[in-house]
């Protein structure tokens, strides 16, 4: 339904989207997930015919975009980051303008009735839309891009600065849009696409770096590895032992002190929930857990993981010693970047020997 070949976008000589590919199927509902700045609003403004692109294809149901922009926009419903709403308006009046604007055929009163049901906003249909919550706009800004009865639907980051309740409110929307439409889901928030996508494809600095079934991308994160555990007891001894200790892959201890506990952050092997042993072996020694927190994955953690589970260990290990070598002299926010685009060079490189293939630098 949705195909996207070698995608190119500069701004300037800045490269939004780094030739980029990937097809969504009839019904699918898929996530397009990557940190701010990763390139997704441009991808989805080039899809939706908002934005030229510098180079490559893009095409709705067999229509180009950029050569029959018009034909190819009546199949697409967009919701924008920003909806576009005409706060002056009532409900009635801004989905009849739209209604209007896209020179829709449907029965206009059957229609708007059957939208504003879909999206649950029949309550405040004759409102003004400057006098409703965040939520309801962001319902009449889904309302809208249902107008004509869309195959596609283009979601930009649909929850930002919603509530809780209106962010599993909208996602339930959207779960249920995805039985009659094709969907993708423009987000940075992991938990939003595996709670609603089929399929998650993963944008970092302009580049795809996994595209795979949201399953898949749930077991490496269930599989969560890193925490850290703050200890009672000699350090020295505690360090000693964890290092030794089989099923953790890396051990460190972290410059905390609460009066005789000590913090270390704890990485396990792949598929290896150390906690429990952890508990007992200290237990054993008389040294007690006082505190455990979860680290989570970033996002380069899951995308790397996807890339290659067996190589991970071995990727993460020489990424730390070469990032410890570089190490003097930087920030936090530096040495976290370098991280994410080293890990991504080893994954392209792992990828690229894995098919026998040389890669130059200059195509990392
Ligand atoms: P995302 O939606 O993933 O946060 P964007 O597509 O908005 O990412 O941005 C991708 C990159 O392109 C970012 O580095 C951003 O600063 C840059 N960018 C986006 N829009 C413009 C623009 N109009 N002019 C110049 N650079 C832009």
């Known amino acids: 339904m949705i195909k996207i070949e070698h995608l190119v976008k500069n701004y300037g000589s800045h490269c939004a989207v780094d030739d980029i590919s990937f097809e969504v199927e009839t019904g699918e509902i898929v996530g397009f997930l990557g ?38 926009k009546k199949l697409i419903g967009y919701l924008p980051e920003q909806p576009p709403l005409y706060l002056d308006m009532t409900v009635e009046e801004y989905l009849n303008f739209n209604y209007e604007l896209k020179g829709c055929k449907l029965d206009r009163a059957a229609h708007l009735e059957q939208v504003c049901e879909t999206v649950k906003i029949k309550d405040v249909y004759r409102k003004v839309i400057r006098t409703l919550s965040k939520g309801y706009r962001q319902r009449v ?28 409110e909208i996602r339930n929307l959207i779960r249920g849009l995805g039985k009659d439409h094709t969907v993708i889901l423009s987000t940075h928030i992991l938990q939003e696409v595996q709670a609603v996508c089929d399929r998650i494809i993963i944008i970092n600095k302009g580049k795809i770096v996994a595209n795979e079934k949201t399953e898949n991308i749930s077991n490496v994160v269930a599989n969560n590895r890193r925490f850290n555990i703050k200890i009672s007891g000699p350090q020295k001894d505690i360090l000693a032992l964890l290092k030794n200790m089989q099923g953790i892959s890396y051990v460190e201890a972290l410059a905390e002190r609460d009066g005789d506990a000590y913090t270390y952050m704890v990485e396990s092997e792949f598929g290896v929930d150390i906690r429990k042993k952890l508990f007992f072996t200290l237990a054993e020694r008389g040294w007690a857990i006082i505190g455990m927190e979860s680290l989570g994955m970033s996002l380069e953690d899951i995308f790397i993981s996807v890339v290659d589970k067996s190589e991970e260990s071995k990727v993460r290990t020489n990424v730390r010693n070469r990032i410890t070598r570089r190490q003097r002299g930087k920030d936090k926010n530096a040495l976290e970047q370098e991280l994410g685009a080293t890990l991504y060079e080893d994954a392209q490189r792992q990828r690229a020997e894995s098919m026998n293939t040389v890669v130059e630098d200059d195509d990392l």
């Open 35 to 72: 940190p701010n700045g990763a390139g997704k609003s441009t991808t989805m403004n080039i899809l939706t015919g908002y934005l030229s692109s510098t180079a490559g294809k893009a095409s709705i149901a067999g229509i180009d975009i950029l050569s029959n922009p018009i034909g190819a």
């Open 141 to 168: 800004g889904i309302a809208q891009a249902l107008i004509g009865n869309p195959k596609v639907i283009i979601f930009d980051e649909p929850t930002v600065g919603l509530d809780p309740k209106q962010i599993i």
